[in-house]
């Protein structure tokens, strides 16, 4: 498979935020989101193998007690076949595995042991008409599902989501506000006057390294 970085960081999104984490970044990506972080992550990386990248991963939690926790993410990751061992050895190792998705290709084939972190593309991403709304029948109660939202028509657009999939009876659900695009504080307005029990998510990591450091 084609890696463009393997790094040991905080987890700066999802449920998890604050853990020490390890991050497998793979290479490619079909979409372009117009607020895309990781372009860099489009082309290029180092070839591995499976064996290579868990031999990676291990070297991170020698010694290391307690949840050892492994996120897969790109680019898109699902694009490379590679991807599906490598999470289902990476269960049976004994992490705690992640995967981050644009939600555009078909979650239901990864291992059920891997917790899913799905996006749902706004119509400010550029890029709505690719979900494939088939996934959210396959989600379950420990997957997540993330809105990043560029204004308040995104904002609308995941509630309307959210409340004709059912989804936070599905999922955990998180809203992230564009980062310097969309002001935390005012999204987090929106949540508390929508009433929808859904998580505000920021992006952690930027905040303690900035917003263009890489390996964090």
């Known amino acids: 498979m084609w890696v463009?970085?393997?790094?040991?960081?905080?987890?700066?999104?999802?449920?998890?935020?604050g853990l020490p984490c390890t991050f497998v970044r793979l290479t490619g990506c079909h979409l372009r989101c117009v607020y895309c972080d990781t372009t860099y992550a489009f082309f290029g990386g180092e070839r591995m193998s499976v064996e290579e990248v868990l031999a990676r991963v291990g070297a991170?939690?020698?010694e290391v007690e307690g949840m050892r926790l492994v996120e897969v993410t790109g680019g898109e990751p699902l694009l490379q076949k590679d991807v599906y061992p490598l999470t289902e050895r990476l269960c049976d190792l004994g992490y705690t595995v992640l995967i981050e998705t644009s939600g555009s290709l078909p979650i239901w084939h990864l291992d059920p042991r891997v917790i899913r972190i799905m996006d749902l593309k706004t119509p400010g991403s550029g890029h709505a008409h690719a979900n494939l709304w088939e996934n959210i029948e396959h989600l379950r109660p420990r997957d997540e599902v993330k809105f990043v939202l560029m204004d308040r028509r995104d904002f609308e657009w995941a509630?309307?989501?959210?409340?004709?999939?059912?989804?936070?009876?599905?999922?955990?659900?998180?809203?992230?506000?564009?980062?310097?695009?969309?002001?935390?504080?005012?999204?987090?307005?929106w949540i508390l006057h929508s009433r929808l029990p859904v998580r505000l998510q920021i992006q952690l990591h930027k905040y303690i390294w900035g917003a263009n450091a890489r390996g964090v």
């Open 4 to 17: 463009t970085e393997i790094f040991h960081s905080i987890q700066g999104e999802s449920s998890y935020a």
């Open 60 to 62: 991170f939690w020698e």
């Open 159 to 189: 509630c309307d989501i959210i409340h004709r999939y059912d989804l936070t009876r599905r999922a955990h659900v998180l809203l992230s506000p564009a980062h310097g695009v969309l002001d935390p504080k005012t999204l987090a307005e």
